[in-house]
């Protein structure tokens, strides 16, 4: 099946600082990946959809400067959350759509945890 | 803009019953998927089933069916046979056809009782 990793599972970083969030499809060509966020007991958010070789599209009310995304090639996609802050602290997602269907395959997830 | 609905914050059911969880919709297209994913403790979303709007069919995967009623925009899940494993929570998902984004609904956490 397909599978999309992320890359770290876990950062904790001081605020002010910038951290980078890589996610890789392992096993098919993704022109399209999602960035999401997801809050304690909720559901997941859309902050922006990842093109490869083009810029990202933002969800309404995202700060697009502060929350950097790369889809340098058809496989990797990157979030730079740039002088983070503790309300940036969350779990944040990413998937990729394969070329061939419509489902999203979903990576295991990035704890930011910002002191 | 569409919406998804599930309305069961929580359920519980018995090992080995059947249940079933709830979830509507609202669309503006003719063309569109639904999808189950299912979020267990570990926090890595897995797509449970999809079903294309075109298709009369319920789609089925093994022990899980939906029962799809597209004029009255219903898309409920149906486990049978529940085991341990199915704890999770449960997100039902819409997406346009030609629109690539998952519009989410707020979950049903399941909880599977021994």
Redesign the interface.
């Known amino acids: 099946g397909a599978v999309v990793s992320q890359h770290p599972s876990w950062v904790i970083c001081k605020s002010g600082t910038s951290v980078k969030i890589e996610c890789r499809s392992l096993d098919f060509q993704a022109t399209?990946m999602?960035w999401y966020r997801?809050f304690p007991k909720?559901?997941?958010m859309?902050m922006a959809?990842s093109n490869e070789g083009s810029k990202a599209t933002y969800e309404q009310g995202v700060e697009k400067d502060k929350f950097l995304i790369n889809h340098a090639s058809l496989t990797l996609s990157t979030l730079t959350v740039t002088s983070a802050h503790p309300e940036d602290s969350s779990?944040y997602?990413c998937?990729a759509?394969d070329r061939a269907y419509?489902?999203?395959?979903?990576g295991?997830?990035t704890r930011l945890t910002v002191t | 803009a569409q919406t998804v609905t599930q309305s069961q914050p929580e359920m519980s059911v018995q090992e080995a019953e059947t249940v079933t969880l709830s979830c509507t919709y609202d669309t503006s297209e003719s063309n569109y998927y639904l999808f189950w994913y299912k979020q267990p403790p570990s926090r890595q979303m897995i797509l449970v089933i999809r079903q294309e709007a075109y298709k009369q069919q319920n789609a089925t995967e093994n022990r899980f069916s939906v029962n799809f009623q597209k004029a009255a925009k219903s898309f409920s899940l149906k486990i049978s046979d529940s085991q341990l494993g199915d704890t999770a929570m449960y997100f039902c998902a819409l997406a346009n056809f030609g629109n690539e984004k998952l519009t989410f609904g707020t979950g049903t956490r399941l909880t599977i009782i021994p």
């Open positions: 399209t999602f997801q909720q559901s997941l859309l959809t779990f997602i998937s759509r419509y489902e999203q395959y979903f295991p997830g």
